[in-house]
């Protein structure tokens, strides 16, 4: 008998984790798709929440702490918002090694209680440090959890599976202005936080059900690097990051300004804190649709569509209606805003994990999230020291800054997408 017959007939020996680890993602199934709904849940609950940051920006600035500056004010949000990104690094790392469990159940509970902190607190530095830094790592821990989690049971459809995910944080954003501004007309400021750390527990700990991994647990790699320079020196990766930083760097700004806008143009309070929810609205369908001809036509293509069009939205749609009160100007400003930046928002992971090769995914992954806790952490509080310095009521200055940058961004984006095509010698990147 041949070596090769007998190897044919030795019992298999290989374990059943390697052999299914071994094995392409089985793009979904149920137990896939009820990731991508724990996904949603979890992001609903962080991502959409922090989408809502106009509701307390507003509020801080004529209630708990008018005698800040807007830029004061929007570095507890800012923190916020880097805090998504910069502890992505360890928090995928510990998820590699240990599973979900260990970093989504505590970082839920973190966010329930940052809540719960919130609404007892009366100076800037309790809230910075129970909104700012408390909620923002809890929702860093959720955020990231659900990203690896779901990237893991899809290939193929990666980009429709993630972008399904992240319309989480555009339904939270429409959800909970307006959740939040009728139960505070009922019971208050910290009584409208309470309820919402109450629903916000109830979804955590259904998403904390759902949410599932499908890789095998590894060894821990103390060799990894948490950032690595060296990745810019290859160009697609440099230019990409570089534009996307541009581009994340004044994104938020309407989110956050906006509502305040409006009610110095005389809308009703109300109406105002709806422009969030008009925002999210369109950004929902934002980071559903184009991630779905994303796979069929590039991914780079449709962000770096996205991308200009979020510039060209903000100096087109928003900074005309500083000179010129419009009511109807201004839904209209958030509808088109909310579609394309919700679109480039989605896109974002799924192209870091294109513009390389597969044996720096981790690093790059880990690269790109600390540039972009940079962009995130620096944006509002510029543009709110440009409201600051125009004297808080004047929009031009921040409205200019905020879309000359996204449009500098989808600049850089072109030449990141046109190398990379170059790259790989095909236009569907």
Avoid at 84 to 107: E, K, N, Q, S
Avoid at 367 to 375: G, L, N, Y
Wanted: glycine residues 10%; charged residues 10%; proline residues 4%.
């Amino acid at each position: 008998m041949s070596d090769t017959s007998a190897k044919e007939k030795e019992p298999c020996t290989e374990s059943p984790i390697i052999k299914e680890s071994s094995v392409l993602p089985p793009e979904g199934g149920t137990r896939g798709w009820l990731c991508v709904v724990g996904a949603f849940l979890g992001i609903f609950c962080t991502f959409g929440f922090l989408n809502a940051i106009g509701v307390f920006q507003t509020n801080y600035q004529e209630t708990t702490l008018h005698e800040y500056n807007p830029s004061d004010i929007s570095w507890i949000f800012a923190t916020q918002l880097a805090l998504m990104w910069a502890p992505g690094p360890i928090f995928g790392r510990i998820i590699d090694t240990y599973g979900p469990a260990p970093v989504l159940y505590p970082c839920s509970f973190l966010c329930v209680f940052s809540l719960c902190m919130t609404s007892l607190a009366s100076q800037y530095y309790q809230i910075y440090l129970a909104q700012g830094l408390g909620f923002g790592i809890g929702a860093g821990g959720v955020f990231t959890t659900c990203i690896v989690c779901v990237g893991q049971w899809f290939v193929r459809r990666r980009a429709l599976a993630a972008g399904v995910a992240v319309a989480g944080s555009s339904f939270g954003g429409v959800i909970f202005p307006i959740f939040f501004q009728g139960v505070m007309e009922r019971v208050g400021f910290n009584g409208a936080v309470r309820y919402t750390a109450l629903m916000i527990g109830i979804l955590m700990a259904a998403s904390c059900f759902l949410v599932n991994a499908r890789l095998p647990r590894k060894k821990w790699d103390w060799e990894t690097k948490w950032f690595d320079w060296s990745l810019f020196k290859e160009r697609e990766f440099a230019l990409f990051t570089t534009g996307a930083f541009f581009t994340m760097w004044t994104i938020f700004a309407p989110l956050n300004f906006l509502p305040s806008m409006a009610l110095d143009q005389g809308f009703s309070s109300s109406l105002a804190f709806y422009l969030i929810s008009i925002i999210n609205t369109t950004s929902m369908l934002g980071r559903i649709i184009p991630p779905y001809f994303a796979d069929k036509v590039g991914s780079f293509n449709v962000i770096t569509l996205s991308a200009g069009m979020t510039g060209v939205s903000m100096l087109a749609l928003w900074l005309p209606f500083n000179y010129h009160s419009s009511h109807a100007g201004l839904i209209v400003f958030a509808l088109a805003y909310g579609f394309c930046s919700g679109a480039f928002v989605s896109l974002m992971m799924p192209c870091v994990a294109k513009a390389g090769n597969i044996e720096t995914l981790g690093r790059r992954f880990g690269t790109f999230q600390i540039v972009m806790a940079i962009s995130n952490l620096t944006g509002l509080p510029t543009t709110g020291a440009i409201l600051d310095r125009q004297g808080g009521h004047e929009y031009s200055g921040l409205q200019i800054f905020s879309g000359a940058s996204a449009v500098l961004g989808s600049l850089i984006l072109v030449a990141a997408t046109y190398f990379l095509g170059k790259t790989k010698g095909s236009r569907k990147v």
